[in-house]
């Protein structure tokens, strides 16, 4: 099994920062790639930003020059640094990582897409 914690949100004024951080562990052999989503109340989950095993980013144009996602491959982790918020960034933002699996005898199982539960993030004076 994997499981997935979020934390780093909470209540920030327009233009602060906020850094968010995810950690997958459980049976994983590695992680491919790990993502962020956020849900605002009455739309859409939509993506935020991606990182994949080759260290290639991707942001949606919402958040491009503001969002940083970058990962520490040692300890499973992903993390999403805000900068200069805005109160459209008010969410639950996801973490999404994709994992190959750990099989008992040591070798790398199937591939598998996990959820966290959720940190919020509200942008407000």
């Known amino acids: 099994q994997v499981q997935v914690a979020e934390s780093g949100g909470g209540l920030v004024q327009p233009g602060g920062s906020l850094r968010l951080s995810c950690a997958a562990s459980g049976s994983i052999f590695s992680l491919n790639d790990m993502g962020w989503y956020r849900q605002a109340p009455g739309k859409q989950r939509e993506l935020v930003a991606r990182i994949f095993s080759g260290g290639r980013t991707m942001y949606s144009d919402s958040v491009k020059g503001r969002f940083t996602i970058s990962r520490t491959n040692a300890e499973n982790t992903v993390y999403l640094q805000m900068n200069s918020l805005k109160p459209e960034d008010t969410a639950v933002y996801y973490c999404?990582?994709?994992?190959?699996?750990?099989?008992?005898?040591?070798?790398?199982?199937?591939?598998?897409?996990?959820w966290g539960q959720g940190t919020q993030v509200t942008v407000s004076s």
């Open positions: 999404n990582p994709t994992v190959w699996g750990l099989l008992p005898s040591g070798a790398r199982g199937g591939m598998r897409n996990y």
